[in-house]
């Protein structure tokens, strides 16, 4: 897996990127990196751990870092849209319907 730098995010925003994106990138990066330290927990330990609760009954629960890496990926993918940077937006601009141009392919007009 790729790290993303600030400079390729920047690059992959082109035209479109504004001073104001700094943050999200920032916010993405940090972001990014949690989610590779989780991540490498996560391969690194077991996916289900013993746990006695308080009765002494001992049951199989979800690794806790498990959840957390799922929470991480979900928050990735939202700065990832507040960017622009989905592949789904990516697809839209190329096909021209992310561009405001009035030109839409939903034929509602013929309904």
Known sequence: MAIPTASKIREYLGESYKESDEELIQLYLETHQFYRR????????????????KAGATNLVKNPLSIELTKT???????????????????????????????DDDDFDEF
């Open 38 to 53: 989780l991540n490498k927990e996560v391969k690194n330990g077991s996916l289900m751990y013993e746990h006695t609760n």
């Open 73 to 103: 990926v979900q928050t990735l993918n939202n700065l990832l849209k507040s960017l622009g940077l989905t592949p789904a937006q990516r697809k839209k601009l190329k096909d021209g319907n992310g561009s405001g141009n009035g030109d």
